[in-house]
Each structure stands twice: as C-alpha cells, then as structure tokens.
C-alpha cells in the first residue's frame, strides 16, 4: 500500500512508514483497538468472515482508512466508503485493562520490541 507523501519531511516520511509497517504487523484486534482509540469508523462486520482472503480484504480497508485518519489521502486518490454512524463499530465490552500497542519510535530499530506482534 502506498503512503501519502505530500509536504513531508523525511523524519515525517520514516514516522509514516514505521507507523504503517507497525499496523501491518498487529492482530485484528489490535488493529481495531488503534481505530477506536483515533476515532475511525469502520463497518462492525469487519473480521467477521471465516475466509482468509475476505479477512486480507478487511485488514487491508482498515489499514488504509487509519492511513486515511493520520496521513490524510495522496492527491488524487479517492478514500474508502464511508461508514454509517449506525454501521460503524464499536468497542465492546468493559475497557480492555491493557493499552493498544504503541508503535515505536522513528529514531528506533524498527524490530525493537515489535517481533511479539507479528501475526
């Protein structure tokens, strides 16, 4: 997937490209944890196929709209559906007694403590 690299230093580009090796590497659940916590919907039927390829689908619409959220669109390109307030999900549950994983530092390795997240 691409990043948009409009009007950005290199520290941004390797933050952006850290953060979105970062989410490439996290759980679902992760994934959906980050999303709750930056405030981007995402259909409540993400996930939920058994089909691998369908799931690959789903990973990769949310990765984008995060991408969306945080970097903004490069030009030109067009955003994914929106999302119904009524559609969207939500968190369930009681809050999670631990945090989504942070991604970790642009100055850092880039294998620095994300090896345990790998799928």
């Known amino acids: 997937q691409r990043i948009n690299t409009e009007k950005a230093s290199l520290k ?45 689908a789903d990973r990769s619409d949310i990765i984008f709209r995060l991408k969306e959220a945080v970097f903004g669109l490069r030009p030109g390109e067009f955003g994914p ?6 559609e969207a999900a939500r968190p369930s549950g009681p809050p999670h007694s631990q945090a989504a994983p942070k991604p970790p530092e642009a100055g850092k390795a880039a294998d620095d403590g994300w090896k345990s997240h790998a799928r």
């Open 12 to 56: 941004e580009l390797l933050q952006r490209l850290v953060l979105h090796h970062a989410w490439e590497r996290m759980s679902d659940e992760q994934l959906k944890q980050i999303c709750f916590s930056k405030g981007v919907r995402f259909p409540k039927s993400t996930f939920s196929s058994a089909y691998s390829v369908n799931r690959e």
């Open 81 to 86: 559906l929106p999302v119904a307030p009524e």
